[in-house]
């Protein structure tokens, strides 16, 4: 049955449009994507299917081209429309993090370094970069590393840190097994980095570690 044969109440784009897009599902919200079905599916059945053989919204969202436009009713065009679906967002809650003071709102700041690094095969290390007010001026990632780790130079993050004015800055990096339990590398690591940027009179606000559910921030563990 096509979904135009559905009651009002119940058809993907109608219901966000009554009750807003959180009260979809996850193959709800990619049926309004792919806007149409197959033969013999309908948006939301291919929807549910392309959901089951990628095992979730994140593995689709984070599949690359090959991959993605191997799958029965996607391809390249939709590839396309998905990333720069995704790249508006990054960039919406950036715009957002900039107008506002980042230390209050730390939920916006977690998922906003989520969406960056989180789909990252690599270890990837990176600063946000604050004035004065705590108000972001930019983020910018530094250090790209293997699958474990990440050569951090400290001389480098003081570099970028003058070259910004920042006042203050919050560290992050992900991990990308999904595990976000801080090593004692990492512990060390932040220690070095607090000392160095200290001597020019930069804060380290706190370090955020991106895996899979809620970053981990070592200043709220106590780690810092």
Not at 66 to 83: I, N
Not at 148 to 176: D, E
Request: aromatic content about 6%; proline content about 4%; glycine content about 6%.
């Amino acid at each position: 049955m096509s979904i135009r044969d559905w009651p009002v109440a119940e058809r993907p784009r109608e219901k966000l449009l009554e009750r807003g897009a959180a009260s979809l599902s996850d193959a709800e919200l990619l049926a309004i994507f792919l806007r149409t079905g197959v033969t013999g599916r309908s948006a939301v059945d291919l929807s549910r299917h392309l959901l089951t053989r990628f095992g979730g919204l994140r593995a689709l969202l984070d599949a690359n081209l090959a991959t993605f436009s191997g799958e029965l009713g996607l391809g390249p065009a939709k590839y396309a429309q998905l990333q720069a679906v995704m790249e508006m967002s990054r960039r919406h809650m950036a715009e957002s993090l900039k107008r506002d003071c980042a230390m209050e709102n730390p939920l916006q700041v977690r998922n906003y370094l989520k969406a960056l690094l989180r789909h990252e095969p690599h270890e990837v290390f990176g600063c946000l970069f604050l004035d004065n007010k705590n108000r972001v001026l930019t983020f910018e990632v530094l250090f790209y590393g293997s699958i474990n780790s990440a050569q951090v130079y400290p001389r480098q993050v003081v570099k970028r840190a003058l070259a910004h004015n920042a006042a203050s800055l919050i560290l992050c990096h992900n991990h990308p097994s999904g595990v976000t339990d801080a090593s004692q590398a990492d512990i060390d690591l932040t220690q070095r980095l607090k000392a160095a940027l200290a001597m020019v009179d930069v804060s380290v606000l706190d370090h955020l570690i991106i895996g899979d559910g809620d970053p981990l921030s070592m200043a709220e563990c106590g780690l810092m």
